[in-house]
């Protein structure tokens, strides 16, 4: 049953999560991402609160490498 919630189409989702259309496109491929609502047979749209979810869900957190600072003897400053 759908609810009042609100209605996203693939360029809304790709703007309101900065994401490329191909990181949406791998994202849909995935068995972690909702099945789309047709509002028309060509048309497909997401549910506002279940791509919230989603994207929570498939969340990582980014690591990134600590900084070395050499001096020019090749010896760590610190």
């Known amino acids: 049953m759908i609810t009042d919630s609100q209605f996203l189409r693939r360029a809304d989702i790709c703007r309101r999560y900065r994401i490329s259309p191909t990181t949406f ?3 849909r491929k995935s068995s972690r991402f909702p099945a789309p609502v047709y509002i028309t047979p060509r048309i497909p749209t ?3 609160d279940e791509i919230d979810a989603a ?3 498939n969340r990582q957190p980014v690591q990134l490498p600590l900084p070395c600072i050499q001096s020019k003897g090749g010896r760590t400053r610190g």
Do not use: K, T
């Open 25 to 27: 496109d791998r994202l």
């Open 46 to 48: 997401w549910q506002a």
């Open 55 to 57: 994207m929570r869900a």
